[in-house]
């Protein structure tokens, strides 16, 4: 039987390794450093099962005190293995969302191994934006992400810096990352 705390270890190392260590996501290091990071395992292994999840960790997003958890990533290796039913699964997060009344105080963002940019081929560098370990929910404060923007130069053109960053990068480099990343 696998270790449950595996997926979330492999993650953090992800975030670590290429988030950080990217600086894919400029703002990920201060939060993580702070210790505001949550990571949540889901053991779902099904959509409702997984809806079930993501309404308990929005909730408790929701009532955390913000400067002691910032942010969150829920991570589910058990269910949606397919980008394409994970992707459609987004609308069904959405909706969750708006039905709880979240809308505009949390949002969702997506990461997959196998995440794919509706413009872009599977093999394009700037996918690995956006690729992860086990498909993860990022569940963010809205008022957080506002405050970070405002304070960074430039912000529009982080995913474009991102895309230089990783196009600079040699695709079997990428692959290498992000599976080292997913077995150290």
């Known amino acids: 039987m696998q270790d449950h705390t595996e997926p979330l270890a492999l993650t953090q190392s992800w975030v670590e390794r290429v988030v950080i260590g990217l600086n ?5 290091k201060a939060v993580q450093a ?7 395992l889901s053991n779902a292994t099904s959509r409702a099962a997984l809806l079930v999840d993501l ?6 997003l929701r009532d955390a005190d913000p400067a002691v958890v910032d942010t969150t990533l829920l991570v589910h290796p058990h269910v949606l293995q397919d980008f394409y039913d994970y992707n459609d699964f987004l609308a069904e ?3 969750l969302l ?7 105080e949390l949002q969702i963002a997506s990461f997959h191994p196998d995440y794919c940019f509706a413009d872009s081929q599977p093999d394009d560098v700037a996918n690995y934006t956006n690729r992860s370990p086990f498909p993860t929910l990022h569940l963010l404060r809205e008022a957080s992400v506002s405050r970070a923007l ?3 130069p430039d912000a529009a053109r982080i995913y474009e810096r991102n895309i230089m960053t990783l ?6 480099f990428l692959r290498r990352l992000l599976r080292d990343a997913a077995v150290k």
């Open 98 to 104: 708006l039905e709880l009344g979240l809308d505009g």
């Open 167 to 172: 196009r600079a990068l040699k695709p079997e």
């Open 150 to 152: 405002e304070t960074f």
């Open 55 to 60: 309404q308990r960790a929005l909730g408790s």
């Open 93 to 95: 997060a959405d909706q």
């Open 24 to 28: 894919l996501c400029p703002f990920a």
């Open 34 to 40: 702070r210790g505001q990071l949550c990571y949540s």
